[in-house]
Each structure stands twice: as structure tokens, then as C-alpha cells.
């Protein structure tokens, strides 16, 4: 996870100054919102199926090193290989070794949240690969040297205006092209680097302990062709992954498509099961799965924040977010942006971005309200504010805090020091703020009430 997560005031207060910016981000969350509301709608057991989901996350959390161990053994037992990874370091380093082993030279990859937090294109670049991210969003930011600022749509920031300039530099397309000469371009080039990839490399959604199913959701077709055609497939994903059973995934995919881009079922479901077996046309020969920790037994073992990794990564949370809407993704300097990033990256991370990210919210709500598995994240928001407090960056509110309560316990001086304030306000607000400047920027000082609150009190 690029340690960026800090700065979140001073990058909103730029994004909120771009109109352009705003005025994306709106079109496809205002979409977004109101076809997930109306594929919701259809469905009457939605609600339960949001209930019966979140029964089975709290199970598979509290018991996950079982399935874990469960899922691991059905891997190996259909021909595949497990690696585990207890950090960002250790999951890069794991996956460049089997390209190595591989003699991988191409690497073609499929869109994946878990490989942009362990930076695994920086990885295999150092170590003298080409990573190809296929889906067309990802492809966009890796040409351009941009960052996703979307869980599911890493391109919403920008226009189309923007993306037809920049394929015209890479691809020679012309540069006022339409959206399929775009997508269609994509496409071509794209193609030659499915049939030269040596190896694949996906993300998972879901991870099925009971058979060792890596199950990639998708639009595109592109994680199906680098499944299938690289020799060797290698899957990256969070622990916090694992369902117990196949039969879950009848409650998972609906919350999640439906939740995510307001669609009945998606394009592509795939059940990726071990490496190609005697028989089939198709699959790779070889089949890694590796599983990363990356501060997750941590978040684990926190009762306040542990509820986070109930996240299927659907990004509802983000498209009715007022911050997120003004702000925009970049602003919060972390793969996971939004509500539910302002989560996870301080939990991730073990404080990263705690002073800002907690704070980036109005408590509102409405990340609950349309989480499918109505996760309490204004709840954990407020947890990580407390912490907030307690950091040595805010220490000087404890000493405030710690001031203010010894001058309330001695009424006589609070009295004289009241006193002395409402004397000496008007010359306080010909004081300049000075370094408070930005603290005191929309921000207005009230008049202080002409009778003290204990004198009233005696009335």
C-alpha cells in the first residue's frame, strides 16, 4: 500500500476546487446509485440475502484459520500450490519468484484491489518482467502513470476526451475518437499480450475452502483469457477471501454484482479450480494461489475494526458518499479510497492515515445503509477518531484537554479567567490567525454570551 494515505485535507480542498473532477464522479456514482436501487428492488429477498451473508462472514472470521487451512488442502489436493504471505514484501517477492521459476518474461494481469496494495508491478518491473494490466480501466492507469481512484471503476476521474488523447499518444488512435474505436483499439493490443504472456495473474473474490475455487467476477472477458491462455495462473488475494462452501456464493454474487455495478448477474463468472487436467481444452498448467496477510490477522484480532473484513469490495459505500463525491479517490492517497478505505488503511497499515481518513466522513450513514452486508463503518470511523486522539501527533489536544480540566476545577480562577476573555475578545478578533489560518478558514469564532453560565445558573 503506497504510503500516501496523509494529506487527505490539503488533497480534498484541491479536488473540491475542480469542477471537472466533480462532475465525473457524479455521472457514474449518480448511475451507479440508481441502478444498483433499481436491480435491489427486484430482488424481495435482498435483505435476507444481506442477513444470511453476514451470519456467514462472522462464522468464516471467527473460525478462518480452519477454512483456511481447508481451503489450502483442497488446492493441493487438485494439483495446486499455496504460498503465504504475511506482508506486502513477502507476497511481491512470492509472486516474482514463480514468474522467475516460470521464465516469465510477459505478464499479463487481470484487474486486482490485493496486487495494487502489495505494489506487485513495481515488483515485477525491478526484477526485469512487463506487467500488462488487460482490464481497460487498470490499462488506462498504467499507460498514463496514473492511480485507480475507484474500487471497480479505477478510470472514473477521468473523461473520455482525456482517454482518446492519451491512446492516440500509445495507440495512434485518432484524437477525437469515439468510445468503440477506443475499447476497440484496447482490444488489439491487448490481444497480443494474452497470446505472449507467459504467466497470469488475477485477484480473487471469492476463495471457496471446501474446494479451492478462486472465483473472478468481471465484464470484460480479460481475467477468463488470462486464466486460459498464460501457461501458468497465479492468484492473489486477502485471507479474509474464504467462504466455507461452494453453495455460499448463491448468497455472495448476487449482493455483490447487484451492489457493485447495478447489474442482474455480470458478464463473466469464473470457478478457476487447480491447473488444467487430463481431458481439458483448456486452463493453465501450473496453478498458485497466494494468500496475503498484510495486517489482516491484526484487523482480526481488533473487535472494534474487525467488522471490516467483511468487505466483498463492492464500492456502494463510495458512490453515495458525500466526501468521496467532492473529494474523489486520489485524496485518500491509499489503494482503498472512500468510507470503507478510510477504514481499512489506518487498519491495514497499523495507523496510516489515521489522523485524516477517520475524519473524512459526516457520519451520515449511508455506507451502511447500502453496504450488502451492512457493515457499521460510521461505527468503526468513530473508534479510529479516539485513537486519533491518543497519538503522539494529538498531543497537544490531551494537553488542551488536560488544561481545560484543571482550570474547570477550580471555579474561583475559572471565574476570574472568564472574566478576563470576554474583556479581552475584542482584541482577539483583531488578532491574525497566523498558523491557525487554514484551521480558521470557514470556520467563525461565536460571541461569547454577555452573562457567564454560572451566573445564569443561579437565577
Request: hydrophobic share 45%; glycine share 8%; proline share 6%.
Amino acid at each position: 500500500m503506497t504510503p500516501t494515505a496523509v494529506g487527505f485535507r490539503e488533497a480534498s480542498a484541491r479536488a473540491v476546487l475542480d469542477p471537472t473532477l466533480r462532475e465525473a464522479i457524479r455521472r457514474v456514482t449518480d448511475n451507479l446509485v440508481a441502478r444498483r436501487a433499481q436491480v435491489t428492488a427486484e430482488l424481495p429477498h435482498f435483505n435476507a440475502l444481506r442477513d444470511r451473508a453476514k451470519r456467514i462472514k462472522e462464522h468464516t472470521l471467527a473460525n478462518l484459520d480452519r477454512y483456511l487451512e481447508q481451503l489450502e488442502g483442497a488446492v493441493h489436493a487438485r494439483g495446486g500450490h499455496v504460498h503465504w504471505a504475511r506482508d506486502a514484501e513477502e507476497a511481491a517477492a512470492c509472486v516474482v519468484r514463480v514468474c522467475r521459476e516460470a521464465g516469465a518474461r510477459r505478464v499479463a494481469k487481470s484487474k486486482s484491489m490485493v496486487t495494487e496494495e502489495v505494489e506487485l508491478n513495481r515488483a515485477l518491473l525491478e526484477a526485469g518482467m512487463e506487467p500488462v494490466e488487460t482490464d481497460l480501466g487498470e490499462f488506462v492507469v498504467q499507460i498514463s502513470g496514473d492511480r485507480p481512484s475507484h474500487l471497480i471503476a479505477p478510470i472514473i476521474h477521468r473523461r473520455r476526451e482525456d482517454v482518446a488523447e492519451l491512446f492516440a499518444r500509445h495507440l495512434g488512435t485518432p484524437p477525437d475518437a469515439s468510445v468503440p474505436i477506443l475499447t476497440a483499439a484496447a482490444r488489439a493490443h491487448l490481444r497480443q499480450t494474452f497470446l505472449g504472456a507467459d504467466v497470469g495473474i488475477t485477484g480473487a473474490n471469492f476463495l471457496v475452502a471446501e474446494t479451492g475455487t478462486v472465483v473472478v467476477v468481471e465484464n470484460e472477458g480479460n481475467a477468463r483469457m488470462v486464466t486460459t491462455l498464460p501457461r501458468v495462473h497465479v492468484a492473489v488475494a486477502g485471507i479474509e477471501k474464504v467462504v466455507p462452501r461452494l453453495a455460499d456464493l448463491a448468497v455472495f454474487l448476487p449482493l455483490l454484482v447487484r451492489s457493485a455495478t447495478g447489474q442482474r448477474l455480470s458478464a463473466y463468472v469464473s470457478f478457476l479450480t487447480g491447473p488444467r487436467r487430463p481431458g481439458e481444452m483448456d486452463g493453465p498448467d501450473a496453478f498458485h494461489l497466494v494468500l496475503v496477510d498484510n495486517g489482516r490477522s491484526r484487523m482480526l484480532a481488533d473487535p472494534e475494526l474487525r467488522e471490516g473484513l467483511q468487505c466483498i469490495r463492492c464500492s456502494a459505500c463510495l458512490n453515495v458518499c458525500p466526501v468521496y463525491e467532492r473529494a474523489g479517490g486520489h485524496a485518500y492517497g491509499s489503494v482503498y479510497s472512500g468510507p470503507i478505505g478510510a477504514v481499512l488503511t489506518p487498519a491495514l497499515t497499523g495507523g496510516r492515515g489515521l489522523l485524516d481518513l477517520p475524519f473524512a466522513s459526516s457520519l451520515c450513514g449511508a455506507c451502511r445503509d447500502v453496504c450488502p452486508l451492512r457493515i457499521e463503518i460510521p461505527r468503526m470511523l468513530v473508534a479510529l477518531r479516539a485513537r486519533a486522539r491518543w497519538t503522539a501527533a494529538a498531543s497537544w489536544e490531551r494537553r488542551a484537554a488536560r488544561m481545560a480540566g484543571w482550570l474547570l476545577s477550580r471555579p474561583r480562577l475559572y471565574r476570574w479567567a472568564s472574566a478576563a476573555v470576554r474583556a479581552l475578545e475584542p482584541l482577539v478578533r483583531r488578532v491574525p490567525a497566523g498558523p491557525l489560518h487554514r484551521w480558521a478558514r470557514g470556520r467563525d469564532l461565536p460571541r461569547l454570551s454577555p452573562t457567564p453560565f454560572h451566573r445564569d445558573s443561579r437565577r
